[in-house]
T-cell receptor, first 114, second 108 residues
Framework: ETGVTQTPRHLVMGMTNKKSLKCEQHLGHNAMYWYKQSAKKPLELMFVYSLEERVENNSVPSRFSPECPNSSHLFLHLHTLQPEDSALYLC?????????????FGPGTRLTVT | GQQVMQIPQYQHVQEGEDFTTYCNSSTTLSNIQWYKQRPGGHPVFLIQLVKSGEVKKQKRLTFQFGEAKKNSSLHITATQTTDVGTYFCAGNNNDMRFGAGTRLTVKP
């Protein structure tokens, strides 16, 4: 158990749906991250939050909207997704910003867009 | 921008054989991290290397950081079936980038 939980674990949604992914960390960390993991591609960093402020947005389409209401919770709001957005979405946290600190990953949400 | 290349993409070995994965960065790194992801699982932190030429060992795993801090390797001695998974490096230079990973399969 890594101390980072994600819900739901699996999600199937149509292109016109709106859904949200939730991440919660129980480690007292200050930084949280969203990654996208597709087959045959490196882990893609999407968003970085430090002390509830977004510090990085790696050119992610606006159909992905992150929210960090407090240092323990991170959401990824999804709307009008495309089939190519189907992937494993991983949340991670670290004591400080990644690079200096190890990241703890959640189990991920397997998203399928139909 | 910074790029982190990792080779090989796949490696299939017989149990008991050694395994090595290599990570190369286009820029000098502040540090590098290694993660392991079991099939169906999520990445789990293994180790961090910071110093030029650093070598660290964890049982059968040996991690090296190059003198120029632009490359790194992970070597597993006498692989076991429990070593199966994908090994990722993540290089940091004010911006952490993951390599594509090396998927290791081990035949009993």
């Amino acid at each position: 158990e890594t101390g980072v939980t994600q819900t739901p674990r699996h999600l199937v949604m149509g292109m016109t749906n709106k859904k949200s992914l939730k991440c919660e960390q129980h480690l007292g960390h200050n930084a949280m991250y969203w990654y996208k993991q597709s087959a045959k591609k490196p882990l893609e960093l999407m968003f970085v939050y430090s002390l509830e402020e977004r510090v990085e947005n790696n050119s992610v389409p606006s159909r992905f909207s992150p929210e960090c209401p407090n240092s323990s919770h991170l959401f990824l709001h999804l709307h009008t997704l495309q089939p190519e957005d189907s992937a494993l979405y991983l949340c991670a946290s670290s004591q400080g910003l990644a690079g200096a600190y190890e990241q703890y990953f959640g189990p991920g949400t397997r998203l399928t867009v139909t | 921008g910074q790029q982190v290349m990792q080779i090989p993409q796949y490696q299939h070995v017989q149990e008991g054989e050694d395994f090595t994965t290599y990570c190369n960065s286009s820029t000098t790194l502040s540090n590098i991290q290694w993660y392991k992801q079991r099939p169906g699982g999520h990445p789990v932190f293994l180790i961090q290397l910071v110093k030029s030429g650093e070598v660290k060992k964890q049982k059968r795993l040996t991690f090296q950081f190059g003198e120029a801090k632009k490359n790194s390797s992970l070597h597993i001695t006498a692989t076991q079936t429990t070593d199966v998974g994908t090994y990722f490096c993540a290089g940091n230079n004010n911006d952490m980038r993951f390599g594509a990973g090396t998927r290791l399969t081990v035949k009993p």
